[in-house]
């Protein structure tokens, strides 16, 4: 079972900029993809960005050109670059990995314990 733990959240003024970091650790054989979601209130949790182990990324349409995922692979790490937030990005984000245990085992997915991101003036 992989353990995530995400950091890098807090107050920013809009058009600020902030990274969040996911680390996952525990029973990792492999790592298939990692990504971020988040969630708003009274709004149902949406994919921000993902990115595979081939490295290419996906975005929602709503950061392309403002968000910037990244993962160090030697870390089990993906981070989230955010700039030029807005006021409508404020959100509880949440880290994303699909993960196997060996190679013989299924592809599980396994969610951080979110981190809040408010852009408020």
């Known amino acids: 079972q992989a353990h995530l733990v995400e950091s890098g959240g807090g107050l920013v003024q809009p058009g600020g900029s902030l990274r969040l970091s996911c680390a996952a650790s525990?029973?990792?054989?492999?790592?298939?993809?990692m990504g971020w979601y988040r969630q708003a209130p009274g709004k149902e949790r949406e994919l921000v960005a993902r990115?595979?182990?081939?490295?290419?990324?996906n975005y929602a349409d709503s950061v392309k050109g403002r968000f910037t995922i990244s993962r160090d692979n030697a870390k089990n790490t993906v981070y989230l670059q955010m700039s030029s937030l807005k006021p409508e990005d404020t959100a509880v984000y949440y880290c994303?990995?699909?993960?196997?245990?060996?190679?013989?085992?299924?592809?599980?997915?396994?969610w951080g314990q979110g981190t809040q991101v408010t852009v408020s003036s």
């Open positions: 525990g029973s990792i054989f492999s790592i298939k993809a």
């Open positions: 994303n990995v699909l993960s196997r245990s060996s190679s013989l085992a299924p592809i599980n997915g396994y």
């Open positions: 990115i595979v182990n081939d490295g290419s990324t």
